[in-house]
């Protein structure tokens, strides 16, 4: 038997799969940073289920993270936000669904 859980860190597939995404996730967070920064977005919200709170990224640290993770290097999503004003965060789906209609045009 096969664990889920345990297997799928070794399979190279897998591995192979989520550096794709995480790729697309940075190619992403660099438009957003080229387009919606401009317009006052200054990163993405996320819930965080942790800490039972919404966590807030700035685009740079969004960019840190993702490369720290292509680098092999853990993440860091628990700094702590200070002074941020929620509205001028989105989610990260209603980013990636803007730059998509950019894209389009
Ligand atoms: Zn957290």
């Not at 799928?8 to 438009?31: C, H, I, N, W």
Request: proline share 6%; glycine share 6%.
């Amino acid at each position: 038997m096969i664990e889920d859980d345990d297997a799928g860190e070794f399979l190279p597939m897998d591995v192979e799969e989520t550096r794709k995404q995480v790729e697309m996730s940075l190619d992403y967070a660099y438009q957003c940073l080229k387009i919606l920064a401009p317009m006052g977005i200054r990163g993405v919200s996320a819930w965080c289920e942790s800490c039972e709170i919404e966590h807030y990224y700035d685009w740079d640290i969004v960019i840190r993270n993702l490369k720290d993770n292509l680098a092999g290097q853990p993440a860091s999503p628990h700094e702590p936000a200070v002074d941020v004003d929620p509205s001028d965060y989105r989610t990260w789906d209603y980013c990636c669904g803007f730059i998509d209609g950019c894209s389009q045009r």
